[in-house]
């Protein structure tokens, strides 16, 4: 790269001026930037009559860049679905001199090098500090031919396509087996598998610990949508007003009274032993011999038995919905026999470890583009650095 010419971005960007004419009726994009390269997204629409100030207009592959966040790779490629969407003043957008390949500048903003420099081209005090569109423009970057420039992208998005192709190869794996696992519990031609309510299976425990407001507390949580059980935040006691708090076991099982219908349900697994919860979280503890944990979490963790919860929910807001213990215990359940449930079991401990080997893959293969951006680029930025004062 170092045969590369030195290009100031002033000569290669052209900044785009484009005011917003709004029509009251007519609904708009909004446009928003996500750190770390992450792309350029919409943040929603809003209709024409709503939007109070001037705006300006963006156009599908320009280089668009939030002010405050450049600084934070806020900075990418206007999406061909964001044409004529709209912004504030402080996110310029530019278009591209006819040398510079758009797709390439794409891939270039990512680059570790690339937020170094949009850095450099910032100023203010803590919390105001934005890019300077002059300094931004006259920072330096290394600038290969039209044509090496296309190569190195066709290069790229090649190795893109091969991380997307293993991140979908892992996923479709362990969909798979988790289908393979829940075809033993919901399967309507299991042998030996019985409806059984809840109330024979789990038993409900009060809350056990009395709040002492000069104690730190480490709760627990319940991700919805299936994501099981959680470490949440710590607090005093002085920072809430419960007086009592339940504790939580490895192996109990656990749900926000009210985000249940929304698959917010789980055993709590053994980093989340000696937890707490408010009385918002019924805690139950679950009769080995007649279920085992796993049984129950992968039940309550698969979305065709969310509606079923939501149903049996009660309260007149969609969105304030709880499901009472006491409703929850008369729920029923398909419960296999035991010999059955030991091998799901099994099953169910290697999808885990299957995951935990994945997990491993999934960093490895996430860390391809960065550090190969990193390494293509690495000189991609010039030595010209405007001091702040």
């Excluded at 215990?329 to 419960?335: D, K, S, T, W």
């Amino acid at each position: 790269m170092s045969r590369w010419p030195m290009v100031s971005l002033g000569e290669l960007l052209r900044r785009s001026n484009e005011t917003a004419i709004l029509d009251f009726d007519t609904e708009y994009h909004e446009v928003t930037i996500r750190l770390w390269g992450k792309g350029v997204i919409s943040r929603g629409k809003v209709k024409g009559n709503d939007v109070g100030t001037s705006r300006q207009v963006v156009r599908a592959n320009q280089l668009i860049l939030s002010k405050i966040d450049a600084r934070n790779g806020a900075i990418g490629i206007v999406p061909p679905e964001l044409d004529g969407a709209i912004v504030s003043n402080d996110f310029p957008s530019f278009e591209f001199a006819e040398k510079l390949d758009s797709s390439f500048m794409g891939w270039l903003v990512r680059s570790t090098p690339f937020v170094e420099l949009c850095k450099a081209a910032s100023e203010g005090t803590t919390n105001r500090v934005r890019i300077k569109e002059d300094r931004f423009l006259t920072q330096q970057i290394q600038l290969p031919s039209l044509e090496k420039q296309q190569t190195i992208v066709a290069r790229l998005d090649q190795l893109a396509d091969k991380v997307r192709q293993v991140n979908e190869h892992l996923d479709a794996t362990e969909t798979d087996a988790e289908a393979l696992i829940r075809n033993y519990i919901f399967s309507p031609s299991g042998k030996g598998i019985t409806k059984r309510k809840m109330s024979e299976l789990v038993s409900l425990r009060q809350p056990d610990v009395a709040v002492d407001q000069l104690e730190n507390y480490q709760f627990a949580g319940v991700y919805s949508f299936g994501r099981g059980v959680f470490a949440s935040v710590n607090k005093a006691g002085s920072e809430f007003a419960y007086p009592r708090l339940s504790t939580v076991k490895t192996g109990d099982f656990i749900y926000p009274k009210l985000m249940a219908w929304e698959g917010a349900l789980g055993v709590v697994p053994e980093a989340c032993d000696g937890m707490v919860v408010s009385p918002e979280f019924p805690v139950f503890t679950i009769d080995t011999d007649a279920v085992l944990p796993e049984i129950i979490d992968i039940y309550f963790r698969t979305p065709s038995v969310w509606p079923e919860l939501a149903g049996i929910s009660g309260g007149t807001n969609v969105r304030r919905r709880r499901l009472q213990p006491s409703v929850f215990l008369n729920y029923e359940m398909p419960v296999p026999p035991m010999s059955t449930q030991l091998k799901i079991r099994e099953m169910h401990q290697r999808v885990q470890q299957l995951k935990t080997s994945h997990k491993a893959i999934r960093e490895a293969n996430q860390a391809l583009i960065p550090a190969t951006l990193e390494r293509l680029f690495s000189n991609a930025t010039g030595e010209h650095k405007t001091k702040c004062n």
